[in-house]
């Protein structure tokens, strides 16, 4: 059932997050303006900064209460120089993955006209999906073998994941098909010629695949799968894989249509959706004005489809394919931030966005 008015949950973080943040919004207030839905906004303090003053990175408070919003949109948490007693880097994206269950990772990678990229090709628009809570990831916390000659890791796949990922999946692809005119074509990545739990996927994907006979599917072996992606990433169109492959999958499509500053993502469960830049928080730009907005913008876009999905609202996918419209029609004219070879800063790009979503209208 459509609203008409969602609330968004904001998480700016740390470095040039609040930054990105900053001009996302002002591109999603000017999309509901145009229209003619309503976005309320609150925003929570996480990351680096806070474990710095709090010890931290995301309170209790702020973890339940971000689960009322329609949805999530965070901008960049963690820091290297701020790192917990064990080493790691603060990461309250991974808590929240875990609180709430978000068991898919989306990483659309489209090649827009105006930015520079290595491979050579004149169509590039897939949607990488990536598990994100078994794999190699669900042994992370069994403990230590007490050996110093060897450990390992475990890697789990489990029907129940796999089914609700693969079913993600077509879903995706049926949706791409019909509003995007993509080809609907779904391509599990996977090692199922040596390990034994990949092979155990590639049956689950293929009886999910026989319930959408009207996408197409098919299975590469990761090893070629990743050479393809550079090779030839026109021929591909949903792309599916398990946590590690599709963590290291997401990267190499992003890396092929022109880099971070321009690679939204989104993690989701069925009730919750988190979407925020591929990006970290870029310490080395913080506070120069000159941030690439366009990865956070697009998670923007990201945002709006999933409200559009939950509750069958089509004026919100209507704004959010305007976004991504006007997004592309500023990466071909310019102006352009200095990651992709301009002078341009992070306000003068989002008021370029706003102004071609205006007149699109
Ligand atoms: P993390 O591990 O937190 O994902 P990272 O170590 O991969 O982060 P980033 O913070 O993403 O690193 O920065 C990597 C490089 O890309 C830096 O030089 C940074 O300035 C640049 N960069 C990242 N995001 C942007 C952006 N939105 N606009 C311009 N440059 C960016």
Redesign the pocket.
Known sequence: MSKSSYDIALLPGDG?GPE?VDAAVTILDAAAAAYGFSLSYTSYDAGATLYQSTGVSISAATMEAIGSADAILLG?A?LPSVRKPDGTEIAPQIDIREHYGLFASLRPARLFPGVPTRVQAEHIDMLVIRETTEGLFAGRHDPLEPSDDAVSDRLTITRATSERLFTLAFEQATLRKATQGTPGRVTLLDKANVLRSNAFLRKIFDEIAAKYPDIASDHLYIDAGSMMLVTNPERFDVVVSENVFGDITSEIAAGVVGG??VAPSGDVSLEHGVFQ?C????P??AGQGN??PV?TILSGAMLLDWIADRHDDTTCRTAAAAVRDAVASVLAQGPK?P?LGGTASTSEVTHAVAEALSTSR
Do not use: Q
Not at 279 to 282: F, I, N
């Open positions: 040039i990105v960049a963690g971070l500053g830049p990006h970290g928080s870029a080395d730009i941030a690439n990865a931030t990651d």
